[in-house]
């Protein structure tokens, strides 16, 4: 359990400096809107990390809420990356769209967490949702490219890998942790998986690196368009 709470304190702790450093990004140009929606993104990663911790802590009375903020928190961040990168490649924002997708996430998420509580389920809702948001954000960088970088290509082959990693560990859950799960509430288990063990390692590697040569090729851009002037 140490190690899963030193990997959030350290992906909590980069994942705040970079989004302070998107919301300095966004303060000095304002054309780079995809920072505003970055540094949200990045803000919300510190928060999942610092919820993830105090749920180590094991708060009676406490769990049910930060099962329910944690969740929230890690779609969201997920959310508003996809949105960063369609402002970043120049794509349209489908509002109504993401929307929707919002609620039905909410809607599937708190069936298995009130009415028919399942760790289980909900594991596989998440993941289902944050495989959709990543593949859709590397299919928004790599499709019909415009005005790209070294730093989008990175950045893409980071989201790719962390979409595979989260791929498999989806995989390794349904076909041998979810059969060994005794209860489909103990929350226990869930940090003793191979597949949460896989997320905890390569999580931290692939939306760390990508949030730097996100910020990369915004610092790169700002300063070609100095130069310009």
């Known amino acids: ?16 400096l970079l989004s302070i450093a998107f919301f300095i990004i966004k303060s000095e140009a304002e054309k780079n809107q995809c920072a505003r929606f970055w540094s949200i993104t990045f803000m919300l990663y510190f928060l999942v990390s610092v919820s993830s911790v105090i749920r180590f802590m094991n708060i009676e009375g406490m769990e049910t809420l930060l099962i ?5 928190f890690i779609y969201l961040s997920f959310h508003f990356n996809f949105i960063g990168v369609l402002y970043w490649t120049e ?18 998420f ?8 399942s760790i289980g389920a909900r594991i596989v809702n ?3 949702f944050i495989l959709i948001y ?5 299919w928004a960088i790599i499709y019909r490219p415009f005005n790209m970088s070294l730093g989008h290509w990175i950045a893409a082959l980071f989201l790719s890998i962390h979409g595979l990693s989260s791929l498999m560990s989806l995989m390794i859950f349904l076909f041998f942790d979810a059969g060994d799960m005794s209860t489909p509430q103990d929350t226990q288990q869930l940090w003793d998986m191979s597949s949460t063990k896989i997320t905890f390692i390569l999580f931290p590697i692939t939306i760390v690196g990508t949030g730097i040569f996100y910020l990369t090729s915004l610092v790169n851009r700002a300063s ?5 002037l």
């Open 1 to 16: 359990m140490e190690w899963y709470r030193l990997t959030m304190i350290y992906t909590g702790a980069i994942s705040c």
């Open 68 to 72: 329910l903020v944690t969740n929230l």
């Open 91 to 108: 794509k349209p924002i489908f509002l109504k769209q993401s929307l929707l997708v919002m609620m039905l996430f909410i809607a599937i």
């Open 110 to 117: 708190g069936y298995f967490l009130f009415i028919s509580p």
């Open 126 to 128: 998440l993941r289902l």
């Open 134 to 138: 990543t593949f859709a954000a590397v």
């Open 224 to 228: 070609y368009d100095q130069d310009k």
